[in-house]
């Protein structure tokens, strides 16, 4: 099976290694020459367009940062679109709007070739070593036919129903991590005005009720001041927004959603579009003139659990 990446950002060059790394036959394209240039010299092939690189292999992958961007590789006159043939699997691997997946699906289709969307989620350190969760909607034969290369891009891998169905579930988890981190803010404030050791009461909300897996993992980079979480505040607020916006497609009044992309809106503005997520709780911390600091924590998150061959939940 020969396989094509476009889009070696910080999420999606983590999964293009897991596929070199387990001697995947491998194509990328990315408008950075430094990256793919890293990828050529483990061995993958590099083309000069969407388009050619869909010609050449038997599966497109793109994991890119905005349904727009998606759009155009897919959409442009040297795009994906006019180098798809019968039976091509696309893999949108993006955080993208169901209704997108759905419509540029019809044109996949068209080509009669296979539309597929999958998500991940678990975090960057998890991307790296194989171990991060995959959502996967459409067709479920063509779901199996790439379940091998699934296997070593993610640990636990979920079919979750048709075409957009992944992309819905993600955007739900991407919220209810956004909230996390939100609460997690008010929560060390709290913690710290109360002269609680700090180290300490992340080991006992860990063992608690109230543990997630956001204060497993981004508490630490905050608790260390480094708030690198390899994700930033501008991917944050589109995928707030998606929640949002798919919520007022359903007619669903909600609550605390409008407030959290308030909360965001106000993060990018303070400390800029490229800024960590995890400095959201710095808001806080401005707000009451104190710090999160505590002694023992990483200034970024490694996954140490050993890379092990994913199965299908």
Known sequence: MKIGFIGLGNVGGKLASSLIRNKFDLTVRDLDKNLTKSFEDQGAKVVNSPKELAEEVDVIITCLPSPSICAEVMEGEDG????????????????????????????????????????????????ATGNIAIFVGGDRNS??????????????????????????????????????????????????????????????????????FVHETESQVILNGSYNINFTMDLVLKDTGLFDDLAKKLNAPL??????????????????????????????????????????????????????KGFEI
């Open 80 to 127: 994906i679109l006019n180098g798809l043939s019968e039976n091509k699997i696309w893999l949108e691997m993006s955080t993208t709007d169901e209704a997108e997946v759905k419509r540029i699906g019809k044109k996949v289709t068209a080509k009669k070739a296979i539309p597929l969307d999958g998500p991940v989620s678990g975090g960057c350190h998890r991307a």
């Open 143 to 212: 779901f199996e036919k790439i379940l091998p290369a699934l296997t070593v891009m993610g640990r636990k891998v979920l079919h979750t129903g048709g075409l957009g169905s992944a992309s819905v579930l993600k955007v739900i988890t991407n919220y209810l991590a956004s909230v996390h981190l939100v609460a997690l803010g008010e929560a060390w404030t709290v913690a710290k005005k109360s002269n609680l050791d700090l180290a300490k009461a992340y080991k006992g909300i860990a063992v608690s009720s109230g543990n997630s």
């Open 255 to 308: 609550e605390i959603s409008p407030k959290i992309v308030e909360i965001f809106k106000d993060g990018q503005k303070k400390y800029g579009s490229r800024a960590w997520s995890s400095m959201i709780v710095k808001r806080m911390e401005d707000l009451n003139n104190i710090d999160f600091r505590a002694n023992g924590f990483p200034d970024e998150l490694i996954d140490n659990e050993p890379e092990v």
